[in-house]
T-cell receptor, first 110, second 113 residues
Framework: EDQVTQSPEALRLQEGESSSLNCSYT??????LFWYRQDPGKGPEFLFT???AGEEKEKERLKATLTKKESFLHITAPKPEDSATYLC???????????FGAGTRLTVKP | GAGVSQTPSNKVTEKGKYVELRCDPI?????LYWYRQSLGQGPEFLIY????????DSGLPNDRFFAVRPEGSVSTLKIQRTERGDSAVYLC???????????FGPGTRLLVL
């Protein structure tokens, strides 16, 4: 069965303290891996799609990378406004839906 | 341009009542998805529409849940005989045909008392 596991569940950083979030996946036939950001009381906001191992995508302070077993979301010099829950999801060739992890709740303190 | 919209934003109902949740996808998006999100969890798939037809309803938990998309645009998720366990955030997403990226609406927060 397809599985997506995110770690850590929660992460507290000081402003400017870089770190990484992990998304481990076990799927048959990866079609794409997605990162979303979700603020409290709002729907997930799309960040990145990665399709193949070795691929990297960047947006401002965020960089997403992909291997055959996991993806990392690197946050460089975070700011308080980066505080949110970051969700990872996978889509396979066998399914129409996205399978989400439980998310990492990031808090960046000034 | 306008994103995915959902109404109502909040719905409080009593156990056993019927509720309807509405989703307006991004204009031109033919694929529409419903997900359910419980507190502290990621969204869980319910149903997928391609055009007017339900292409995959494998995520619907039981026959109390039903969804329609009669004209291939707006969709309504219908829940009969609501139970307290149905309390969650119901999310709608849409995407272009053949495109992978799904864009989400703000969700409807359903509370069953």
């Amino acid at each position: 069965e397809d599985q997506v596991t995110q770690s850590p569940e929660a992460l507290r950083l000081q402003e400017g303290e870089s770190s990484s979030l992990n998304c481990s996946y076990t799927v048959s036939g990866l079609r794409g891996l997605f990162w979303y950001r979700q603020d409290p009381g709002k729907g997930p906001e799309f960040l990145f799609t990665l399709y193949s191992a070795g691929e990297e995508k960047e947006k401002e302070r965020l960089k997403a990378t992909l291997t055959k077993k996991e993806s990392f979301l690197h946050i460089t010099a975070p700011k308080p406004e980066d505080s949110a829950t970051y969700l990872c999801a996978v889509r396979t060739y066998n399914n129409n839906d996205m399978r989400f992890g439980a998310g990492t709740r990031l808090t960046v303190k000034p | 341009g306008a994103g995915v919209s959902q109404t109502p934003s909040n719905k409080v109902t009593e156990k056993g009542k019927y509720v309807e949740l509405r989703c307006d996808p991004i204009s031109g998006h033919t694929a529409l998805y419903w997900y359910r999100q419980s507190l502290g969890q990621g969204p869980e798939f319910l149903i997928y529409f391609q055009g007017t037809g339900a292409a995959d309803d494998s995520g619907l938990p039981n026959d109390r849940f039903f969804a329609v998309r009669p004209e291939g645009s707006v969709s309504t998720l219908k829940i009969q005989r609501t139970e307290r366990g149905d309390s969650a955030v119901y999310l709608c997403a849409s995407s272009l045909t053949g495109k992978e990226t799904q864009y989400f609406g703000p969700g409807t927060r359903l509370l069953v008392l």
